[in-house]
């Protein structure tokens, strides 16, 4: 692939850099809703969810599991900023099911006016996407 055919992807967690790679296409789970970058896109900055990042590379789809952060797309680059990232082949999917469990136990005893309610919920959102990441490499 020619690089004006991709994008360079880049994904950072404050401890490191899990993805560099070039891209033909990148999806992202934006807090107004999941978007796509093709290469050539137009300059934008968004705030990110918990959720599932995808891209495209080689001929192989990829996944990326990843918790709150930002995204710096330009026509070249797509530069994601986040809390945590894992890849999908490094996610322990019962440890993320156990997760998952314990903070939803948690949210059922307390109101969302409880100072710990966004917090838990942070947590169960990223445990699912976890758990959602996981799930990709058993339907290959």
Do not use: C
Not at 21 to 42: C, D, I, K, M, R
Not at 117 to 135: C, G, I, L, T
């Amino acid at each position: 692939m020619e690089a004006k055919d991709t994008v360079r992807l880049e994904v950072l967690t404050p401890e490191r850099q899990v993805i560099d790679a070039q891209a033909s296409f990148v999806a992202a789970p934006g807090t107004e809703g999941e978007f796509g970058v093709l290469p050539g896109h137009a300059d934008f900055f968004t705030l990110l969810k918990s959720g599932e990042v995808s891209y495209e590379s080689g001929g192989s789809r990829h996944y990326i599991a990843v918790s709150w952060g930002y995204a710096h797309v330009n026509p070249s680059t797509v530069s994601i900023l986040v809390e945590n990232a894992e890849k999908a082949e490094d996610i322990d999917i019962e440890r993320a099911k156990k997760d998952f469990d314990r903070w939803e136990m948690e949210l059922a005893g307390i109101t969302s006016e409880d100072k710990n309610f966004p917090v838990y919920k942070a947590r169960m959102d990223r445990a699912q996407a976890r758990m959602d990441v996981a799930s990709r490499l058993s339907k290959k």
